[in-house]
């Protein structure tokens, strides 16, 4: 993998230098797309404090406003290397997940734990031809969300995950 | 549904072993009273509260009534002076009729019967309802019972589901009649379960289905009121787990909740002297709240029993309202033991576990707030967890001797928090740890298991089963990141046990995360391999084996 991912330093984290499925990168574009909007939803909102104000704000609504925007541009900023982190691997027993470059996280999920695979596809998303695919257990922290697969890889991925599951039952 | 109830048959089945099967029966007559109990102390209370002057005067006569004047909104009066009574009356009538016969109807709607694949409930008149728990998915059988319930000698048996919410609920048998059912239902359970267990006679599946403790005589029903309710196995193997009234009120007095109440009080009283006394009034609704959580747990921890029965483990309390709550085996998810502060000097745990099938609403929570012991000492906890994680089996003093070790110990043998960790974990760097406890061995692959050491002010050990994972999750978030360290969580059902420690070094997460999921992946599948091994020898058509193998998984 040539990706400058963070964890995608091969001497460090064994699993790490193998070979990790990535949703597409026009997902970039989708959460690149949704912080626009908000930056936009709080400009508006500034801007009708400031036309409707009947007097001058105090001076922690313009920082507070401020901040949220270079949050959210800043989130913006990075949305393309967040999308690149997001991967998935199919291992022989277990779905390896992983997401974050800030907040990392990686997460093994035996097949046999499969309750249910869900695949959704927002307005947003359909317009990108993308959709979300969940993978879900009894435990409702697992939380395997893969945001931005191309629509035919989410429901191989889905088949397949439920084939997997089929073989390697296990009870509660 | 069947008028009147026979006893089926069972189907001959190749290895003679006859399965639990109680046809379509009726649930007590006295039901409807309790279920509209609520409703029908209302009805009477605002009857009374209309006729409260009316009342006065019939029994204090109409002297003293008079002194006090005539009420003018009187409902009779004016019902006199209109010349109304009698449909007034007549009114009144229908009205019981109709409760009466709805009462009625709903007793004669409602019916459950136990097959050889579920438990079934049926209810309603103009919405039926038919509620089916399929025998493999049955999580825990509770026995509830209120005040009211205990007084009329009625039983409410819950069967819990792994469903979110999903649950059979039999309002109400009597009491006997509900232990009865209870033991039929978790035979039908093992039975389920392991088919080839052929010497599990199903004698309890003759109970007559009219043999209701109805009007049993008064002590009988005195001894019911008072029943603890403990399996009758486990009384004669003496594996029994009390809590000393004492210890129970001592343990209340010295826990977390009551510290931070006394901490909270006296920051009240202080900052009413020191600003204004109108601040001591703000302590009143706070004083209520812990009121009512010291009752809540001294109801829960009163006559509290757990005891091992023949298909589980049964965990009883109750002051007023009591629930017990039979667990079969296998079905616990995470154990957890726990020490605040204030029980340290003598040595007192608390235990909780994690089961599947604790509805989202409750938090995961049931009645008994998933707690299996509110108070014990060090001996008390380890046969808990033996009971609870080694199922069947008799105690190991070597095991013991380990997990004693583990909860109080200063932890050899554990996989100790990260350099810099201190920033993370404070006073609890110490003694956090994780332990990966592997059973090499076929027959005791289940038992490999995840402990987990944690806390400083609030002690705890935590172990789970392996078999029992849902998935493994190693994280770094931001103050992580910045130390160089890793967070590991293991996930499971939703409840109170969190099996995750935070601290570690990278290196050694990233080594412990790949052994966890190694051995997770091989622990379930010789689990599930066993499972289908052992049902082989009963079940040859390929339909029955498919059958079992979707119905084994939730």
Avoid at chain 1, 4 to 21: L, T
Avoid at chain 2, 49 to 57: I, K, M, Q, T
Avoid at chain 2, 106 to 132: C, D, K, L, N, P
Avoid at chain 2, 400 to 426: C, I, M, S, Y
Wanted: aromatic share 6%.
């Amino acid at each position: 993998m040539t990706e400058p991912a963070a964890s995608a330093r091969p001497d460090e984290w064994p699993i790490a230098g193998d070979e990790w499925h990535r949703v597409s990168p026009k997902y970039a574009w989708a959460d690149l797309a949704l912080n626009l909007i908000m930056v936009l939803g709080v400009a508006v909102v500034y801007m009708l404090i400031i036309v409707f104000a009947q007097e001058q704000p105090p001076l922690m609504v313009h920082l507070i406003i401020g901040a949220v925007i270079l949050v959210l541009l800043v989130s913006a900023f990075f949305a393309l290397r967040r999308v690149r982190a997001i991967g998935y691997r199919l291992r022989e027993d277990d779905l390896l997940f992983r997401r974050g470059i800030m907040f990392e996280r990686i997460i093994a999920v035996p097949y046999g734990r499969l309750q249910l695979v869900d695949v959704t596809r927002g307005p947003l998303l359909r317009a990108l031809g993308l959709a979300t695919l969940k993978f879900v257990t009894a435990s409702p922290a697992t939380g395997v969300h893969l945001p931005g697969l191309p629509v035919d890889e989410a429901e191989a991925l889905r088949d397949r995950l439920v084939e997997l599951a089929e073989t390697r039952r296990s009870g509660l | 549904m069947t008028d009147t109830p026979q006893q089926q048959v069972p189907e001959p089945q190749p290895e003679a072993l006859a399965p639990i099967e109680v046809p379509w029966r009726r649930l007590h007559p006295l039901s409807p009273l309790l279920r509209g109990g609520l409703a029908a102390l209302v009805i009477v209370g605002i009857i009374i509260a209309n006729l409260r002057d009316r009342l006065f005067e019939w029994f204090l006569g109409p002297e003293t009534f008079g002194a006090m004047g005539p009420s003018e909104g009187d409902l009779i009066e004016l019902l006199i002076a209109e010349q109304l009574l009698l449909w007034a009356l007549l009114a009144v009538f229908a009205i019981i009729a109709i409760v009466v016969l709805t009462a009625w109807l709903s007793w004669r709607f409602a019916s459950f019967r136990i097959t050889t694949e579920a438990v079934e409930s049926r209810r309603g008149v103009i919405f039926r309802q038919h509620r089916r728990a399929p025998l493999e998915r049955i999580q825990s059988v509770n026995l509830q019972r209120s005040l009211l319930a205990r007084v009329l000698g009625l039983t409410q048996v819950d069967v819990q589901t792994a469903g979110q919410g999903g649950k059979v609920a039999l309002q109400y048998l009597g009491h006997r009649d509900a232990q009865a059912v209870r033991e039929q239902i978790l035979l039908a359970v093992s039975i389920r379960a392991k088919r080839d267990l052929a010497d599990t006679a199903p004698e309890t599946a003759t109970t007559d289905p009219r043999a209701q403790g109805v009007a049993g005589p008064l002590d009988e029903r005195l001894r019911d009121l008072a029943d603890v309710d403990i399996a009758a196995a486990a009384l004669e193997a003496g594996t029994v787990v009390k809590v000393p009234l004492g210890r129970l009120i001592a343990s209340i007095l010295l826990g977390s909740e009551m510290l931070t109440l006394v901490i909270i009080a006296a920051g009240i009283v202080i900052m009413s002297v020191l600003v204004s006394p109108a601040i001591l009034a703000t302590g009143l609704p706070l004083a209520l709240v812990f009121i009512g959580v010291v009752i809540g747990q001294f109801n829960r921890g009163f006559n509290f029993v757990l005891s091992r029965a023949a298909d589980g483990v049964r965990v009883g309390a109750g002051l007023t309202a009591t629930t017990t709550e039979t667990i079969p085996f296998g079905r616990i998810h995470a154990v957890e033991a726990q020490q605040p502060l204030g029980w340290r000097p003598f040595g007192w745990w608390k235990v909780r576990i994690t089961t599947a099938g604790h509805s989202l609403s409750q938090g995961g929570q049931n009645r008994l707030q998933n707690m299996v012991l509110p108070v014990g000492q060090l001996d008390d906890v380890l046969r808990v967890f033996e009971t609870l994680l080694h199922e069947g089996e008799t105690g190991s003093a070597e095991r013991e001797a380990a997990l004693a070790h583990a909860l109080t110990g200063p932890g050899d043998g554990f996989l100790k928090a990260g350099p810099r960790a201190g920033w993370l974990l404070w006073c609890a760097t110490k003694r956090t740890g994780l332990r990966i406890e592997l059973a090499e061995l076929s027959p005791h692959t289940q038992q490999s298991s995840l402990r987990i050491r944690r806390g400083w002010f609030t002690r705890s050990l935590s172990v789970m089963p392996m078999v029992r994972a849902q998935s493994v999750q190693l994280s770094r978030p931001m103050v992580h990141r910045l130390l160089g360290l890793a967070s590991l969580q293991v996930h499971t059902v939703l409840g109170p046990v969190r099996m995750q420690m935070r601290g570690i070094a990278l290196a050694d997460a990233r080594e412990a995360f790949t052994l966890l999921a190694t051995t997770i992946v091989r622990v379930q599948q010789q689990d599930a391999a066993e499972r289908l091994h052992a049902l082989r020898p009963s079940t040859p058509t390929p339909d029955r084996l498919a059958d079992e193998q979707h119905g084994g998984s939730l």
